[in-house]
């Protein structure tokens, strides 16, 4: 059965044409939402417009709405004539990104597309994604903006499109060889084949799973699709400062999976802890305290400052293995027994090794720095343990086909 499609760009929609798709076909749209009431209606009647008369399918919705979004899926779903499942979580762990995967978790097709709740990505686009993975063999198909006939109309205002360019620039510029082929690494608009997905290996942060996925799991085969984003059917983008916050935290975490990375960030940190050691130094000095004990309380302003970077930016998936007071003591005692140890250091490298006062001042520096991060990774931020089976299912509320 064929419809006529008349909404804004969907006429030059390079998916509205004829799509053969190849077996397998069957696929699982999973659409994370939260609070998309006044969307969800209309996003289910694109899909049955566009999608079952040429691919077998079915959606799942993972919800973490603090509205009616769940009744108003499974009243909408009704008049469906593919399986809806809603997947409603009390605790939203991971964000949207977290949402998917846990909808990809509960796919039962070979093929996941992923799309948002708010009719901003077209369901036309669908078989046109699975179609494309399947003529390609590739593993990952990503609807891109920025490809030729794409278009990124639908973001609201100039300042939008500044930010999404900007952040698909840094992304890039992060990520040159996990993310070659991939032109629109910020879409959210995507396929996978669910037996190339390694859900264990994913840490979602905020609602950038693409590049989560990409990044850490990327496929051997990527391939691209172009198309138009359209505007927000209903309610308020989901982009605020705190998502902005959100995703330069997750940027950080993916850099820095690998130790040497983590080495160098920590480092970079530590150098910038300087600065608040050397104020307040200064402060103190101006106040009339002698230089002694001047230096060791000024070292401790460079100590919390560089203890909230590492918490915030480095280590923040593993602040749960230890109470905040036994990091905060154990990192402050690490940090100064760097200060303790690299003074007597320096002076046996001299006295002991002949060492001239610079070359072993630098030596003792390297030395002490390595020895202070492997300290604060192993005694302070311990390994992440492998969640036991069954806990996952614990922050899921409830599980509901309709």
Known sequence: MTHEHTAAGELHDPAARAVEVPEPGAVTIVVPTFNESANVRRLLHLITESVPSRLPCEVVFVDDSTDDTPRVIREAAEDCPFPVTVLHREEPVGGLGGAVVEGMKAAGSDWIVVMDGDCQHPPSLVPELVATGERANAGLVVAS???????????????????????????????PRRLRGISDPMSGFFAIRRGDIAAGALEPLGYKILLELAVRTRPREVTEVPFVFQDRFAGESKSTAREGLRFLRHLVGLRTASPLARMLVFGLIGASGFVPNL??????????????????????????????????LL????????????????????????????????????????????PATALALVT??????????ALVYLPRRTPRSGKDSSRTAARRAV
Do not use: C
Not at 146 to 174: C, D, E, F, I
Not at 340 to 348: D, W
């Open 145 to 175: 903006r920025y490809l030729k006939g794409g278009s990124r109309a639908g973001l609201a205002g100039s300042y939008r499109v500044a930010v999404s360019r900007g952040a698909t620039w840094l992304t890039k510029a992060l990520f």
């Open 279 to 312: 104020l307040g130094l200064w402060a103190l000095n101006r106040a009339g305290m002698h230089y002694v004990p001047a230096e060791i309380l000024a070292n401790q302003f460079g100590v919390v400052w560089n203890f909230l970077l590492i918490e915030h």
């Open 315 to 358: 280590f923040r998936d593993r602040r749960r293995h230890r109470g905040g007071w036994d990091r905060v003591g154990r990192f402050a005692l690490l940090a100064n027994a760097d200060l303790g140890l690299r003074i007597p250091l320096i002076a046996v490298l001299v006295h002991r090794f002949g060492l001239g006062a610079l």
């Open 368 to 377: 002490t720095f390595v020895l202070r991060f492997m300290g604060t990774e």
